[in-house]
């Protein structure tokens, strides 16, 4: 088993935003597989999907929910891999409401918050390059080529 991010969306809604965030992941080179999960709507299948990446040792999850943020939360606080929050937001009110939702999370709960996609997946391969020595030279690279672009 290699790593793998795990998108999971609050509704189908969040597709455009979470096939942003699959194609930056897929560009490391890392797996990703997308659910569609309401934590409020049907928390037995987001605690399914929990449950049953559990045992995986690389995984990280990547959150994709507006409004009332309870599937960072709710994921973050059943899971032993890490969480990131990328709540989508479609203008600057929307915006306001998603990111305070995402940042406000319980103690013990610890999603953490990204909101662009690219630096999501930048955010996940640096966090696979702890334990994996060509993802690190992944990362080392395009900060290689970030530095090189202001020469």
Not at 28 to 45: D, L, R, T, Y
Not at 58 to 69: E, K, L
């Amino acid at each position: 088993m290699g790593m793998k991010v795990v998108i999971i969306m609050g509704s189908a809604a969040d597709q455009p935003w979470a096939d942003e965030i699959a194609t930056a992941v897929k560009a490391w080179g890392i797996e990703v597989v997308s659910h569609i999960s309401s934590a409020h709507k049907v928390p037995e299948h987001t605690m399914g999907l929990v449950q049953r990446y559990q045992a995986e040792q690389q995984v990280i999850y990547v959150t994709v929910a507006g409004r009332s943020n309870a599937l960072s939360g709710a994921v973050a606080a059943n899971s032993v891999h890490p969480v990131i929050a990328c709540p989508p937001f479609k203008d600057k009110a929307d915006y306001l409401t998603n990111i305070h939702s995402s940042l406000q999370m319980p103690s013990d709960v610890p999603a953490l918050t990204v909101l662009e996609p690219k630096n999501v997946a930048a955010a996940c391969a640096r966090i696979f390059g702890l334990v994996d020595a060509g993802m690190r030279s992944k990362v080392a690279g395009r900060l290689s080529e970030v530095k090189a672009s202001f020469k």
